[in-house]
C-alpha cells in the first residue's frame, strides 16, 4: 500500500492552479454497431467502442488521426450504480444504446463540458432502484448527478413528458422514444424521433416521421437558470424540415455510403448538431411567430461509414476542419476513418452510422477496467488514456449500492470518488495499464486518476472494478 499521496494534498495543488482549458474543439459520438477505433487505442480495452459508450474525435489540432472513446460504460455505472437492484453496479448493456446527445453548457457552468454534464438519451430505460422515479427512459434527454436526494440522480434537460406535450400529445403514456437532439437557448430545441407517430403539433400538425427535424421553437420553451426546459408550451412542436427535405438534403450532400453507393434518402434521422458555420433564416412559423431555422448537422441510419452532412449550402457533406467526414459519391466507400474509426477493409466501410452527436469541448482522461467484473483471487487491470505524462492512480471500497463523491475543481472529470483511499500506484502517460494485488474479498473498488498538463491537475473518470 502506497500512501504517499492523498486527495486533501492534491487539493491545494489544485486550488493554486487555475488556467484556461488546454482542450480544442470535438465531436463526441456514438456508433451504432460495435466499433474500434482507428488507432488501436495502445492495444489497450479502450479501443472497444460499443452503442452504449460515447467516443470523442477532435476537431483541432489537424489533421486529426483517430477517435477515442470518451464515455465508457464504467464512467455511466459508476455514477448510476445498481440501477436494476441486481447486486452488480456493471450493467453490459446499461441504455442499450446511447441514441442522441446534447453539449449545453449553461453560461454559469463553473467547470468544462464532462461526461457529468453532457446530456444523452437511451433506447432503454434506466433501472431506477438507485434514482427514483422517474428516471432515465427512451423518451428522456438528461444526465446522471447528485444532489439532495442522494448519488445516483437523473437531471433531465427535457422529460419525455414535455416532449410529448409539445408534440400535443398526452404526457402518459409514454410513446416517444428521441432519437437526435440539438438545441440553443435563443434557438429552441430541434429533434428526431425513432418512430412514424400521430401527433397534434404546432396549427394542427398530424403526423411526425422518423426522418422529419421537428422543432420546440424558442418562445415556447421556459427555461431553467441553467438551461434546461423546464416547461413547454402543449402543441407548439412544429416542423423545421420535412422528411423530402431532408431527403433532398442527403441527395445534394452526394454522399457515398459504406459500400460505395449515393445515399438518396435518409430514412430515420439519428443525429442532430447545429452548424454554427452555416447559414441561419429567420421564417414565420405556422403560428406566424417567427422563428430561427439554422443550418443542422445531421446524420442517417442510411449514412453507414459513419459519414456526416450538413444541411448548408441545401446539403453537403460536413467538413467541420480537418476534411470532409464522408466520402463524395464515386470516389469509394465512406470508410469510417474520416471520423477516425478503423474500417473492416480498403474496400468497405465501418457498418455503423452515427446514432448521436455533439460538437464540445472536452478533455479526455479516462479509466476502463479490462474486466468490470473479476473471480476472486484476481487482481484489477486497468486501462488509462491520459493527457499527462504521469498518473497517480487511487483507489477506494465503493458501497454496493452507488458510489459517494465530491465536487472537486478541476478542467476534466468534475467530481472525486476516491474518498477513503486504499491504495494507490503510478502509470505512465499516454494509453497505459495498471494491475492490483490480486483481490481475495468480495469488494467492490473505485478507481480514479489524477495528472499534471502544464499547471493543471486533472482528475480521470472513475472505473468500479467489482469482485
Ligand atoms: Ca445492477
Ligand atoms: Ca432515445
Ligand atoms: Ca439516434
Not at 17 to 43: D, F, K, R, V
Not at 63 to 69: H, R
Not at 80 to 100: K, L, P, Q, T, V
Not at 349 to 369: C, D, H, K, M, Q
Request: glycine share 10%; hydrophobic share 45%.
Amino acid at each position: 500500500m502506497n500512501s504517499c499521496f492523498n486527495i486533501s494534498m492534491l487539493s491545494l495543488v489544485a486550488s493554486a492552479a487555475i488556467a484556461q482549458p488546454p482542450q480544442g474543439p470535438s465531436i463526441l459520438y456514438t456508433t451504432s454497431q460495435p466499433e474500434l477505433t482507428l488507432s488501436g487505442s495502445g492495444g489497450t480495452s479502450l479501443q472497444f467502442l460499443r452503442p452504449n459508450e460515447v467516443v470523442q474525435f477532435d476537431l483541432w489540432p489537424c489533421p486529426s488521426f483517430s477517435a477515442e472513446k470518451w464515455g465508457p460504460r464504467t464512467v455511466y455505472d459508476t455514477m448510476a450504480g445498481d440501477a436494476n437492484a441486481d447486486g452488480w453496479i456493471h450493467e453490459a448493456i446499461r441504455f442499450g444504446a446511447i441514441d442522441a446527445l446534447l453539449d449545453l453548457p449553461a453560461s454559469t457552468a463553473a467547470q468544462p463540458p464532462s461526461q457529468r454534464s453532457v446530456f444523452w438519451s437511451p433506447t432503454q430505460a434506466m433501472g431506477t432502484f438507485i434514482s427514483g422515479f422517474p428516471g432515465l427512459r427512451p423518451g428522456d434527454t438528461a444526465r446522471i448527478t447528485y444532489n439532495t436526494a442522494g448519488f445516483g440522480q437523473v437531471e433531465h434537460f427535457l422529460t419525455a413528458e414535455d416532449l410529448q406535450i409539445a408534440l400535443g400529445l398526452p404526457p402518459s403514456p409514454l410513446v416517444v422514444d428521441l432519437d437526435a437532439i440539438a438545441a440553443d437557448p435563443n434557438l429552441g430545441v430541434f429533434f428526431s424521433i425513432d418512430q412514424n407517430l400521430p401527433i397534434l403539433g404546432a396549427c394542427g400538425l398530424p403526423f411526425a416521421q422518423d426522418g422529419d427535424v421537428l422543432m420546440i421553437p424558442a418562445w415556447a420553451i421556459t427555461w431553467t437558470p441553467d438551461f434546461r426546459v423546464q416547461a413547454v408550451v402543449p402543441g407548439s412542436a412544429e416542423m423545421c424540415y420535412p422528411e423530402f427535405i431532408m431527403d433532398a438534403f442527403v441527395v445534394a450532400a452526394n454522399m457515398a455510403d459504406a459500400t460505395g453507393a449515393q445515399v438518396t434518402q435518409v430514412v430515420d434521422v439519428e443525429g442532430l448538431e447545429i452548424d454554427w458555420n452555416g447559414t441561419m433564416s429567420f421564417v414565420p412559423g405556422c403560428t406566424g411567430a417567427v422563428s430561427a431555422r439554422p443550418s443542422l448537422v445531421f446524420t442517417a441510419s442510411t449514412m453507414t461509414g459513419c459519414g456526416v452532412a450538413t444541411t448548408n449550402g441545401g446539403g453537403m457533406i460536413w467538413g467541420p476542419s480537418c476534411g470532409p467526414l464522408a466520402t463524395s459519391f464515386g470516389f469509394g466507400p465512406t470508410l469510417g476513418n474520416q471520423i477516425g474509426v478503423l474500417p473492416p477493409s480498403a474496400a468497405m466501410g465501418v457498418p455503423s452510422y452515427v446514432n448521436a452527436i455533439s460538437t464540445s469541448r472536452s478533455i479526455r482522461f479516462v479509466l476502463e477496467p479490462q474486466q468490470h467484473i473479476v473471480p476472486l483471487g484476481n487482481p484489477a487491470i486497468v486501462d488509462v488514456n491520459s493527457p499527462g505524462g504521469l498518473n497517480f492512480v487511487f483507489a477506494a471500497l465503493s458501497p454496493n449500492t452507488v458510489a459517494p463523491c465530491a465536487p472537486f475543481f478541476n478542467l476534466a472529470f468534475p467530481d472525486v470518488y476516491v474518498l477513503g483511499w486504499v491504495w494507490s500506484t503510478f502509470t505512465p502517460g499516454g494509453f497505459a495499464t495498471f494491475v492490483t494485488p490480486p483481490i481475495n474479498i468480495p469488494v467492490k473498488i473505485v478507481f480514479q486518476a489524477a495528472t499534471f498538463v502544464g499547471p493543471n491537475l486533472l482528475v480521470s473518470t472513475p472505473a468500479t472494478v467489482e469482485f
